[in-house]
């Protein structure tokens, strides 16, 4: 039974570029959420999705990022024109239902963008 | 201990020691909290988690406490070994979305390091 599976694990960009990063949640799980973390900081909550619907975004910068759980694939979050703020490793998360016991929630090992 | 600047809080235990990582929470409206542990490039693993109704709560070798009265939450780890070396976050549940949209919202963390 395999984990939440984020791809790639690491990313490096130059400055205008585009970030595509990847997760398919545990099998069964139909609600994924995006993470950022900075170094030595904690998790930022960016974005709740379940498939086809985002659920909440309000974690998520205005312009540039976006994110995306269609009904077939994994969860694509996108970062346009990145700047090297950018720069941090982006955790995906899947749970099998909603609600607060979100004990529930399953990490994948992340994503670490490198924008030079 | 507080944090200056972008440092974790760090606490440093000897092998066999137990330890107690604290946390403070900011919603007092939050009634579910959870405890993860990271290891260095990996994602943030399930602890141990407490529901609002309750001021204690042990698993194997890991107890939180729950203080409603100043939001505070502390992790204890009995017999603490190297391989519990890592950050410990806390998190509380928030709530996102009218339609059961729960997201964690997560604390800076706490470094552990254990020392033979």
């Known amino acids: 039974n395999a984990g939440v599976m984020q791809n790639p694990r690491h990313l490096v960009r130059r400055r205008g570029q585009e970030a595509r990063l990847r997760c398919s949640p545990m099998?069964?799980?139909?609600?994924v959420y995006w993470y950022r973390q900075l170094p030595e900081e904690g998790l930022k909550f960016m974005v709740y999705?379940?498939?086809?619907?985002?659920?909440?975004e309000s974690g998520m910068p205005k312009e540039r990022f976006s994110a995306e759980f269609p009904k077939e694939g994994p969860s694509i979050l996108r970062i346009q024109q990145v700047v090297r703020g950018d720069s941090a490793a982006y955790f995906c998360?899947?749970?099998?239902?909603?609600?607060?016991?979100?004990?529930?929630?399953?990490f994948g090992e992340g994503s670490r963008l490198t924008v030079l | 201990g507080e944090s200056v600047g972008l440092h974790l809080p760090t606490l440093s235990v000897q092998e066999g020691d137990n330890s107690i990582i604290n946390c403070a929470y900011s919603?007092?409206?939050?009634?579910?909290f959870i405890w993860y542990k990271q290891e260095s490039g990996k994602g943030p693993q399930f602890i141990i988690d407490?529901?609002?109704?309750?001021d204690k709560r042990q698993g194997q070798r890991v107890t939180v406490l729950l203080n409603k009265t100043v939001k505070h939450l502390s992790l204890q780890i009995a017999a603490t070994q190297p391989g519990d070396s890592a950050v410990y976050f806390c998190?509380?549940?928030?709530?996102?979305?009218?339609?059961?949209?729960?997201?964690?919202?997560f604390g800076k963390g706490t470094s552990l390091l254990v020392t033979p």
């Open positions: 998360a899947s749970s099998p239902r909603a609600g607060p016991n979100t004990g529930e929630l399953f």
């Open positions: 099998k069964g799980h139909s609600h």
């Open positions: 999705l379940q498939k086809e619907n985002i659920i909440d």
């Open positions: 919603n007092s409206a939050s009634d579910y």
């Open positions: 407490i529901r609002s109704n309750m």
């Open positions: 998190a509380e549940t928030v709530l996102i979305n009218s339609n059961s949209g729960y997201a964690l919202n």
